[in-house]
C-alpha cells in the first residue's frame, strides 16, 4: 500500500483506529485479556463504566468480531463474553498505547495545561 493512503477516510488504517478510539473499546477488550467474563464481572474490574454503557461496548465490540457473546440457561440465566482471537490480537497494540501513556502522560498533561493557561 502507498503510505500516503494509509490515513483515508475510508481506508483499513482508519477503521483500525476508529475501533480503538472509542473511550471504552480498548478498555473493554484489556477486562477480557485474562478470560471470559460475566457483565457484572467486567463492571468491577473496569470501574466507573454504567450497565448501559458496558452492554452499548459489549454490542459493538460483538458485532465488529472482537468479542464473542455465550448465553446459558438455568435459573437465573447468564452471560459471559469473551475475546475472539481477532480480538486479542488488538492486546500488543492497546499494551503498548498503555506504555506510552504511563511513560508520556505527564507530558501531555503540562502541554495541555501550557496550552489551557496560553489560551
Known sequence: ??????FLADCRTRLAFDLVSHTWNPVVIWALKDGPGRPGELRTRIGGISQ??????????ESNGLVTRQAYGGS???VEYELTELGRSLLPPIQAFGIWAHDHGD????AQDHYTREA
Open 1 to 6: 500500500m502507498n503510505p500516503d493512503l494509509a
Open 76 to 78: 437465573p440465566p447468564r
Open 107 to 110: 507530558e501531555v498533561t503540562r
Open 52 to 61: 448501559k454503557v458496558l452492554t452499548q461496548t459489549l454490542r459493538r465490540l
